[in-house]
Structure formats: C-alpha cells, structure tokens
C-alpha cells in the first residue's frame, strides 16, 4: 500500500514537471513587454498543494532551469551569467517553496483560502526575487535601460517597464484559475489516498 501512494506522488510531480516545461516553452512564446509571462506558475502552485513544498521547490527549480535553458534569460547571461543562473534557480525555487508552505499552513483552516493564497504568494514571491536580483546582479545595465526608454529612475523602469503587465498577468491567471486547483487538489488526494 505504501509503495503504492509513493509510486502516484512520484509519478504526480513527474507529471507536473512536464507541465512545468512544457507551459514555460509555450509562455516563452507570449510577451507582455520586453519579457515573456510565467504559465507554469500555475502547475507549480498545485504541485506544491498536491505534493507538498518539497514538490514545490523542484517545481520551481525546474522553472528555473528551463527559463536559462529556453533563451527566456538571454539580455540577463549577456550581462552576468553567474547572477543570471542564480536569480532564475532561486527565483522558482522560493516561489515553489512559499506556495508549498502557504498551502499547508492554511488548508485545514480553508483548502479554497489556502489555495488563493498560494495562488497570489508564488508570483509575488517569483516577482519579488526577480527584482531583487535585478538589484544585486543587473543595476548599472537596468539604469542604462531605464534612461533609455526615458524613465527618470531605474526603479520606476524595473516596477513599470521589467515587470509590470507580467506580474498582473501572471497574479490574475492564478487567482482565476483558483477554483480549478481546487478541483485538481480534490481529484488528487482522491487519486493518491484509492488504493
């Protein structure tokens, strides 16, 4: 009976990690300003339900890895590719692990409740990390950026040029999808618990 709960889990996140890929393949794709969106917040948001933050964390750290591998980090490694590899690994990882950890400490409270709030966590978390980074890793080329495109700070350009319009995105896909991860969380326990 164990071995068959662990075999659905290892199977479970072996499927969400081909969404992972897949989805960040397809959103590389899609651009809202001068970056593509983050689809696979979404699978990473319900693997980390699903699975636990554990699951969370190589999710994210998937995400990551396909983000350099995908030409999506490209303007970053020309800039620093230690701090381009960096920011994009640890970008998802925490993303994934903030959604694992919000998860479970809401879902006995409201699995609904705990979902949204994984939901609304992970992009904040992904967003957040991306522009510290740009800080740490990017700040000299971002100022040039931003006095290129005429913005009078390299913060405003960072908020409003780098990420603006993605983050909304990426926060409304989540919060509306929300109901189908609650669906997919439900199906899942059934899933793992049959047997």
Not at 141 to 155: L, P, R
Request: hydrophobic share 60%; charged share 10%.
């Amino acid at each position: 009976m164990q071995n068959i709960v662990k075999t659905k889990k290892l199977v479970g996140i072996a499927v969400f990690t081909a969404l992972v890929v897949v989805l960040q393949y397809i959103g590389s794709a899609i651009k809202f300003g001068p970056f593509s969106i983050s689809l696979v917040l979404v699978p990473i948001v319900v693997g980390a339900a699903l699975f636990g933050y554990k699951a969370g964390i190589w999710l994210g750290l998937v995400f990551g890895a396909v983000v350099l591998i995908s030409g999506d980090a490209a303007a970053f490694l020309a800039i620093n590719v230690p701090g381009t590899i960096i920011v994009c690994l640890v970008k998802g990882l925490l993303a994934g692990c903030a959604a694992g950890l919000v998860y479970k400490a809401l879902e006995k409270k409201s699995k609904y409740g705990a979902v949204i709030s994984a939901a609304v966590v992970c992009p904040v978390v992904n967003t957040g990390v991306f522009l510290i980074g740009c800080a740490i890793f990017f700040m000299e080329t971002i100022n040039g950026w931003a006095q290129a495109a005429g913005f009078e700070s390299a913060g405003t350009y960072m908020i409003v040029g780098l990420v603006g319009v993605n983050f909304l995105f990426e926060m409304a896909v989540n919060i509306i999808l929300s109901p189908v991860i609650i669906k997919l969380i439900e199906i899942g326990k059934k899933m793992l618990v049959k047997e």
